[in-house]
């Protein structure tokens, strides 16, 4: 069995800055991309910001320049350093990621970590 805990959601001010990570477990033979995705109250569940084995990144356009996402592949881990954070940043932050099992190749999500911003 693979799962992805995600921990660092909470409640901060606007302008503020929170630390997610996401912890892959289980019986892994290599892991592809990892990725962070949210979502709002009433919206669709979008793509913040993914990141390669080899480290090549993207991201939205709503949270470029604010949110930085790293891997550390030893540790099969993914986070999402979130600075600046704005009101509609608000949502269920879930982590994802494409797993290499005896299985094969497994999608696998997180259970998701609320972030709140607001005053």
């Known amino acids: 069995q693979v799962q992805l805990v995600e921990s660092g959601g909470g409640l901060v001010q606007p302008g503020g800055s929170l630390r997610l990570s996401c912890a892959a477990s289980g019986s892994i033979f290599s892991i592809n991309a990892m990725g962070w995705y949210r979502q709002a109250p009433g919206k669709q569940r979008e793509l913040v910001s993914a990141?390669?084995?080899?480290?090549?990144?993207n991201y939205a356009d709503s949270v470029k320049g604010r949110f930085t996402i790293s891997r550390d592949n030893a540790k099969n881990t993914v986070y999402l350093q979130m600075n600046s954070l704005k009101p509609e940043d608000t949502a269920v932050y879930y982590c994802?990621?494409?797993?290499?099992?005896?299985?094969?190749?497994?999608?696998?999500w997180g259970q998701g970590t609320l972030v709140t911003v607001s005053s």
């Open positions: 990141i390669t084995s080899g480290g090549s990144t």
């Open positions: 994802n990621s494409d797993i290499a099992t005896q299985v094969g190749y497994l999608e696998v």
